[in-house]
């Protein structure tokens, strides 16, 4: 889980780079397309059977 990998690194760049890496895997920017639903200020989108925010 990235919480606890972030919390056991104790450098801060290589926190910031275990971030940027998880956010680059794990969000897609969807720009002009509706979102399926959204939840507490957050859009979510089905992109290749997946659900992103």
């Known amino acids: 889980m990235l919480v606890n990998e972030v919390n056991a690194t104790k450098d801060v760049i290589q926190k910031l ?3 940027a890496r998880w956010e680059g895997e794990n969000i ?5 397309i ?4 959204s939840l507490d ?3 979510f989108y089905s992109i290749n059977g997946k659900y992103k925010i």
């Open 17 to 19: 780079e275990k971030i």
């Open 41 to 43: 200020g957050y859009a």
């Open 28 to 32: 897609d920017y969807v720009y002009g």
């Open 34 to 37: 509706d979102p399926d639903f």
